[in-house]
């Protein structure tokens, strides 16, 4: 559709004016766009927010077990 638009451009002395409904296509593309733009910063987001839950939940992994070699270290000694 672009191609044939850049031909007729070309084609015609006067420049093509886009009609009405092509302005709302383009329009409806751009906040479409925007749309998914604000999407993917939203996953991009969260994945981040994953992956520093991720990082916690292995250094609690790492405490719990550091926890439990101390507690039977007590526990032997008693």
């Known amino acids: 559709m672009v191609e044939k638009l850049k031909e007729q451009m070309l084609d015609q002395e ?6 009405g409904a092509l302005e709302e296509e383009f ?3 751009r906040l479409y766009i ?4 604000s999407e993917v910063k ?8 994953l ?6 939940c ?5 405490t719990g ?3 439990s070699s101390c507690h ?3 526990s032997q000694r008693l």
């Open 14 to 19: 006067e420049p093509l004016e886009l009609s």
């Open 42 to 49: 939203s996953m991009v987001k969260r994945c981040h927010q």
């Open 51 to 56: 992956e520093n839950l991720q990082l916690q």
């Open 27 to 29: 329009t409806v593309a």
């Open 65 to 67: 077990r550091e926890l």
């Open 72 to 74: 039977l270290l007590i």
């Open 34 to 37: 925007n749309k998914i733009k």
């Open 58 to 62: 292995r250094k609690m992994e790492e």
